[in-house]
């Protein structure tokens, strides 16, 4: 069974970065699909970023263009996402979902997700 890792979450001050990392122990990524997905207090569950199998990276959300980057590095079974100036309305619980090869903005075609990290931005 696929499990995920999410790790890097943090308080960081609004202007500030931090790079997510979602990891499988024991798994290869190389043949899935990685999403970031973030849901804030209150808020519906929104996709952030997306990078495919093939190391296409799709952008789902306009309030992050420019800022975030997705990025994969397979041999160390690690998908980021590098967050730069940060803003108080990016804090959220982040969590990462794994599907096979493409990426998709419906939930219900990832089939892997991992506990999620907190990230707080203060202003």
């Known amino acids: 069974q696929l499990q995920l890792v999410e790790s890097g979450g943090g308080l960081v001050q609004s202007g500030g970065s931090l790079r997510l990392s979602c990891a499988a122990p024991?798994?290869?990524?190389?043949?899935?699909?990685i999403g970031w997905f973030r849901q804030a207090p209150g808020k519906e569950r929104e996709g952030v970023l997306c990078?495919?199998?093939?190391?296409?990276?799709?952008n789902w959300a306009d309030s992050v263009k420019g800022r975030f980057t997705i990025s994969r590095d397979n041999a160390k079974n690690t998908v980021y996402l590098l967050m730069n100036s940060l803003k108080p309305e990016d804090t959220a619980v982040y969590s990462c979902?794994?599907?096979?090869?493409?990426?998709?903005?419906?939930?219900?075609?990832?089939?892997?997700w991992g506990q999620g990290t907190q990230v707080t931005v203060s202003s």
């Open positions: 990078i495919s199998s093939s190391d296409t990276s799709t």
């Open positions: 979902a794994a599907a096979k090869y493409y990426c998709s903005q419906y939930v219900s075609h990832f089939r892997y």
């Open positions: 024991g798994f290869t990524l190389d043949y899935y699909a």
